[in-house]
Protein backbone atom coordinates (compact mmCIF):
# COMPACT_ATOMS: atom_id res chain seq x y z
CA UNK A 1 0.00 0.00 0.00
CA UNK A 2 1.64 3.40 -1.55
CA UNK A 3 0.16 6.14 0.81
CA UNK A 4 2.52 8.89 -0.01
CA UNK A 5 1.62 10.87 -3.16
CA UNK A 6 1.83 9.12 -6.54
CA UNK A 7 2.31 13.62 -5.58
CA UNK A 8 7.35 16.89 -15.80
CA UNK A 9 8.09 17.60 -19.17
CA UNK A 10 5.35 18.86 -20.53
CA UNK A 11 3.92 18.35 -24.09
CA UNK A 12 2.55 22.04 -24.52
CA UNK A 13 4.82 24.78 -25.15
CA UNK A 14 5.18 27.33 -22.07
CA UNK A 15 6.35 30.30 -20.68
CA UNK A 16 8.41 30.16 -17.26
CA UNK A 17 6.47 30.32 -13.92
CA UNK A 18 8.48 31.38 -10.73
CA UNK A 19 8.61 28.29 -8.16
CA UNK A 20 6.35 28.25 -5.46
CA UNK A 21 7.15 29.54 -1.80
CA UNK A 22 8.34 26.58 1.00
CA UNK A 23 5.05 25.28 2.65
CA UNK A 24 4.08 22.54 4.73
CA UNK A 25 0.78 20.85 4.36
CA UNK A 26 -0.66 18.25 6.50
CA UNK A 27 -3.22 15.60 5.14
CA UNK A 28 -5.77 13.25 6.90
CA UNK A 29 -5.23 9.60 5.36
CA UNK A 30 -8.32 7.14 4.76
CA UNK A 31 -8.87 4.19 3.39
CA UNK A 32 -12.39 3.34 1.78
CA UNK A 33 -14.02 6.03 4.51
CA UNK A 34 -11.88 4.97 7.63
CA UNK A 35 -9.49 7.35 8.97
CA UNK A 36 -5.94 5.32 9.25
CA UNK A 37 -3.05 7.93 9.70
CA UNK A 38 -1.77 10.91 8.81
CA UNK A 39 0.59 12.58 6.11
CA UNK A 40 2.85 15.44 6.35
CA UNK A 41 4.18 17.30 2.90
CA UNK A 42 6.42 20.03 2.90
CA UNK A 43 8.94 21.63 0.47
CA UNK A 44 11.85 23.23 1.01
CA UNK A 45 14.36 25.94 -0.42
CA UNK A 46 18.26 23.64 0.31
CA UNK A 47 19.72 26.63 -1.37
CA UNK A 48 21.87 27.10 -4.91
CA UNK A 49 19.05 26.12 -7.41
CA UNK A 50 18.03 22.81 -5.27
CA UNK A 51 14.80 21.90 -3.45
CA UNK A 52 13.60 19.00 -1.63
CA UNK A 53 9.96 17.71 -1.35
CA UNK A 54 9.21 15.51 1.63
CA UNK A 55 6.04 13.79 2.30
CA UNK A 56 6.18 11.30 6.07
CA UNK A 57 2.95 9.22 6.46
CA UNK A 58 2.85 7.19 9.73
CA UNK A 59 0.11 5.36 10.66
CA UNK A 60 -2.47 6.18 13.76
CA UNK A 61 -5.58 3.93 13.11
CA UNK A 62 -7.01 0.49 12.78
CA UNK A 63 -4.42 -1.53 10.50
CA UNK A 64 -2.02 0.94 9.63
CA UNK A 65 -1.18 1.80 13.40
CA UNK A 66 -1.14 -2.12 14.64
CA UNK A 67 1.43 -2.75 11.84
CA UNK A 68 3.10 0.22 13.26
CA UNK A 69 2.62 1.58 9.65
CA UNK A 70 5.60 4.44 8.43
CA UNK A 71 6.50 5.83 5.29
CA UNK A 72 8.86 8.41 3.65
CA UNK A 73 9.56 9.89 0.39
CA UNK A 74 12.09 12.56 -0.39
CA UNK A 75 12.38 14.18 -3.88
CA UNK A 76 15.75 16.33 -4.10
CA UNK A 77 15.04 18.60 -7.75
CA UNK A 78 15.86 21.44 -9.28
CA UNK A 79 13.73 23.89 -11.46
CA UNK A 80 13.78 23.89 -14.64
CA UNK A 81 12.39 26.61 -17.25
CA UNK A 82 10.00 26.66 -14.44
CA UNK A 83 9.30 23.16 -13.44
CA UNK A 84 10.91 20.53 -11.14
CA UNK A 85 13.77 17.92 -12.74
CA UNK A 86 14.51 15.01 -10.40
CA UNK A 87 17.97 14.78 -9.10
CA UNK A 88 17.42 12.01 -6.29
CA UNK A 89 14.20 10.60 -4.79
CA UNK A 90 14.06 7.79 -2.19
CA UNK A 91 11.14 5.84 -0.64
CA UNK A 92 11.50 3.70 2.30
CA UNK A 93 8.33 2.02 3.55
CA UNK A 94 8.11 -0.11 7.20
CA UNK A 95 5.41 -2.07 8.65
CA UNK A 96 5.62 -4.92 10.96
CA UNK A 97 4.91 -6.98 7.65
CA UNK A 98 6.78 -4.89 4.81
CA UNK A 99 9.42 -3.46 4.38
CA UNK A 100 10.42 -1.55 1.02
CA UNK A 101 13.03 0.82 -0.54
CA UNK A 102 13.69 2.52 -3.59
CA UNK A 103 16.57 4.89 -4.41
CA UNK A 104 16.71 6.91 -7.58
CA UNK A 105 19.75 9.16 -9.32
CA UNK A 106 18.95 11.25 -12.15
CA UNK A 107 22.29 11.39 -14.01
CA UNK A 108 21.51 14.02 -16.18
CA UNK A 109 25.61 14.03 -17.60
CA UNK A 110 24.94 10.66 -19.07
CA UNK A 111 20.87 11.04 -19.20
CA UNK A 112 20.47 7.92 -17.26
CA UNK A 113 18.19 7.29 -14.33
CA UNK A 114 19.91 4.65 -12.40
CA UNK A 115 17.30 3.20 -9.95
CA UNK A 116 17.80 0.66 -6.73
CA UNK A 117 14.68 -1.04 -5.49
CA UNK A 118 15.04 -3.06 -2.75
CA UNK A 119 17.75 -5.60 -4.15
CA UNK A 120 17.46 -5.22 -7.91
CA UNK A 121 19.42 -2.18 -10.13
CA UNK A 122 17.66 -0.66 -12.81
CA UNK A 123 19.56 1.78 -15.42
CA UNK A 124 17.38 3.30 -18.40
CA UNK A 125 17.55 6.51 -20.62
CA UNK A 126 15.51 9.77 -19.20
CA UNK A 127 14.44 12.71 -21.36
CA UNK A 128 15.07 16.29 -19.79
CA UNK A 129 12.54 17.24 -17.50
CA UNK A 130 11.83 13.91 -16.45
CA UNK A 131 10.33 13.68 -13.02
CA UNK A 132 10.15 10.64 -9.93
CA UNK A 133 6.98 9.79 -9.05
CA UNK A 134 6.42 11.73 -5.59
CA UNK A 135 6.87 14.87 -7.91
CA UNK A 136 3.82 14.38 -10.30
CA UNK A 137 1.76 16.28 -7.79
CA UNK A 138 3.65 19.27 -7.47
CA UNK A 139 4.49 19.13 -11.55
CA UNK A 140 0.40 19.23 -12.35
CA UNK A 141 -0.01 21.55 -9.47
CA UNK A 142 3.02 24.08 -11.64
CA UNK A 143 1.15 23.56 -14.79
CA UNK A 144 -2.41 24.49 -13.71
CA UNK A 145 -0.52 27.73 -12.07
CA UNK A 146 0.82 27.75 -15.42
CA UNK A 147 -2.99 27.87 -16.87
CA UNK A 148 -2.67 24.79 -18.91
CA UNK A 149 -5.41 22.24 -19.03
CA UNK A 150 -3.45 19.39 -19.99
CA UNK A 151 -0.23 18.16 -19.40
CA UNK A 152 1.98 15.00 -20.50
CA UNK A 153 4.60 14.12 -17.36
CA UNK A 154 7.75 11.84 -18.25
CA UNK A 155 8.23 9.54 -14.71
CA UNK A 156 10.92 7.60 -13.92
CA UNK A 157 9.67 4.87 -12.52
CA UNK A 158 10.98 1.17 -11.33
CA UNK A 159 12.54 0.28 -14.80
CA UNK A 160 11.63 2.64 -17.43
CA UNK A 161 9.91 5.96 -18.09
CA UNK A 162 6.57 6.44 -17.83
CA UNK A 163 4.31 8.70 -19.78
CA UNK A 164 1.63 10.08 -17.61
CA UNK A 165 -1.28 12.40 -19.26
CA UNK A 166 -3.86 14.61 -16.77
CA UNK A 167 -6.39 16.80 -17.67
CA UNK A 168 -8.34 19.51 -16.11
CA UNK A 169 -11.48 17.51 -15.83
CA UNK A 170 -13.68 20.27 -14.17
CA UNK A 171 -14.28 22.73 -11.67
CA UNK A 172 -16.09 21.83 -8.19
CA UNK A 173 -16.11 23.01 -5.02
CA UNK A 174 -14.85 20.74 -2.23
CA UNK A 175 -14.92 20.80 1.81
CA UNK A 176 -11.97 18.74 3.59
CA UNK A 177 -10.75 19.73 7.49
CA UNK A 178 -9.00 22.51 6.42
CA UNK A 179 -12.13 24.24 5.25
CA UNK A 180 -13.96 24.44 1.99
CA UNK A 181 -11.97 25.43 -1.37
CA UNK A 182 -13.04 26.27 -4.92
CA UNK A 183 -10.47 24.05 -6.91
CA UNK A 184 -10.36 22.20 -10.32
CA UNK A 185 -10.48 18.51 -10.17
CA UNK A 186 -7.17 16.17 -12.52
CA UNK A 187 -7.76 13.34 -13.92
CA UNK A 188 -5.31 10.88 -15.32
CA UNK A 189 -6.49 10.36 -18.73
CA UNK A 190 -4.27 7.15 -19.54
CA UNK A 191 -5.07 5.50 -16.74
CA UNK A 192 -8.51 6.23 -16.24
CA UNK A 193 -10.05 5.73 -12.71
CA UNK A 194 -6.58 5.34 -10.96
CA UNK A 195 -5.96 8.99 -9.16
CA UNK A 196 -8.16 12.04 -9.38
CA UNK A 197 -6.88 15.20 -7.35
CA UNK A 198 -8.29 18.77 -6.39
CA UNK A 199 -6.31 21.91 -6.93
CA UNK A 200 -6.53 25.61 -5.99
CA UNK A 201 -4.08 26.67 -9.08
CA UNK A 202 -1.88 29.97 -7.94
CA UNK A 203 -2.33 28.97 -3.60
CA UNK A 204 -1.47 25.84 -3.21
CA UNK A 205 0.80 23.58 -5.63
CA UNK A 206 -0.53 20.55 -4.66
CA UNK A 207 -4.12 19.03 -4.25
CA UNK A 208 -6.35 19.90 -1.32
CA UNK A 209 -7.83 16.30 -1.96
CA UNK A 210 -6.46 13.10 -3.46
CA UNK A 211 -8.12 9.78 -4.47
CA UNK A 212 -6.12 7.08 -5.57
CA UNK A 213 -7.36 3.49 -6.13
CA UNK A 214 -4.94 0.54 -4.91
CA UNK A 215 -4.21 -2.50 -6.87
CA UNK A 216 -6.83 -4.54 -4.34
CA UNK A 217 -9.56 -1.85 -5.40
CA UNK A 218 -9.25 -0.14 -2.18
CA UNK A 219 -9.61 4.01 -2.42
CA UNK A 220 -7.09 6.16 -0.47
CA UNK A 221 -7.94 9.45 0.17
CA UNK A 222 -5.88 12.60 1.13
CA UNK A 223 -7.76 15.20 2.56
CA UNK A 224 -6.11 18.50 3.37
CA UNK A 225 -6.44 19.28 7.55
CA UNK A 226 -3.58 22.21 7.48
CA UNK A 227 -1.30 24.71 5.26
CA UNK A 228 1.40 26.92 6.14
Known amino acids: MRLAFAFAALSLASSA ?11 AVSRDGKVIGES ?26 MLGLD ?30 QRHTDFDWSAGQARVKDNDKDFDYPVQAGTVDRHLVSLSIG ?17 DH ?16 PAGSYKTVRVERIDSPGKIRSWYTPGKLPVPVKMEQTQGDKSVIVLELKSAS
Open 17 to 27: IAAPTPFTAVY
Open 40 to 65: KVTLADRGRGDWTLTTETHGTAGMAR
Open 161 to 176: VEQQQYRNDAEEEVKV
Open 71 to 100: VREESQFRWKDGMPEGLHYDYRQDAAIKHK
Open 142 to 158: EALAAGKKEAQIAVAVK
